[in-house]
């Protein structure tokens, strides 16, 4: 297993473009999430999904992010019309469900998305 | 509001000197602590995790409720601890992390 696995690993376009982005888990991994980390700062949480379902969703996350995860498996961001300020890195990261307190996350390579 | 300040955006320390990278908090609950460690060209992996009271790579870190404090430290630093270190936070059972800046750490032969 190589663990998760994000592509692209670059995204250059122009603004106002539609770009998606892909995230494959680890493979027994049920809980997945999305993060964007600008420079200087640490990685924002984006979005959250348990399985299929997307159960919770950040206030950054604007009407132009949408995500998804059908059958549980990778999942992919959708950016529609983007903006200069999408410019960022998008990290994805899993876990698995457990008992003991929240599991550790496993973060992939991120994908650096970068407006023109 | 929960919130994860690392006050120190760059530290640099000598090679077998003792490293202390500074975390707090402000949570209304019980909150889970963490640190991550991103080092150069590679992903961002875990640390620690303070439900685990271990020591990874000589680090340890102690959380302080009373002062909301989840300080990380090494008695005697090495060459290969420089890297970006990030304290996390999670509030909830889902495990949704809020990070704070990050700490760079350089350490010089």
């Known amino acids: 297993d190589t663990g998760v696995s994000q592509n692209p690993r670059h995204k250059i376009t122009k603004r106002g473009q539609n770009v998606t982005f892909r995230c494959d888990p680890i493979?027994?991994?049920?809980?997945l999430y999305w993060y964007r980390q600008t420079l200087g700062q640490g990685p924002e949480f984006l979005t959250y999904f348990q399985n299929e379902a997307q159960l919770e969703k950040s206030r950054l996350l604007s009407d132009r992010f949408s995500a998804e995860r059908p059958k549980g498996s990778f999942s992919t961001l959708e950016i529609q019309r983007t903006e200069q300020g999408d410019s960022a890195m998008y990290l994805c990261?899993?876990?698995?469900?457990?008992?003991?307190?929240?599991?550790?996350?496993?973060f992939g390579d991120g994908t650096r998305l970068s407006i023109l | 509001a929960q919130r994860v300040t690392q006050p120190e955006k760059l530290l640099s320390v000598f090679k077998g000197a003792p490293v202390e990278l500074k975390c707090n908090y402000s949570y209304s609950g019980s909150p889970e602590l963490f640190w991550y460690v991103q080092y150069s060209r590679q992903r961002l992996q875990l640390l620690l995790r303070h439900i685990s009271r271990e020591s990874i790579k000589g680090f340890t870190a102690d959380l302080n409720k009373g002062e909301t404090s989840f300080h990380l430290k090494k008695p005697f630093a090495q060459e290969e601890d420089s890297a970006m270190y990030y304290c996390a936070l999670s509030g909830n059972s889902w495990g949704k992390l809020q990070f704070g800046a990050g700490t760079q750490v350089v350490v010089t032969p």
């Open positions: 990261a899993s876990s698995l469900y457990g008992t003991g307190g929240v599991q550790p996350q496993h």
């Open positions: 493979s027994e991994h049920n809980r």
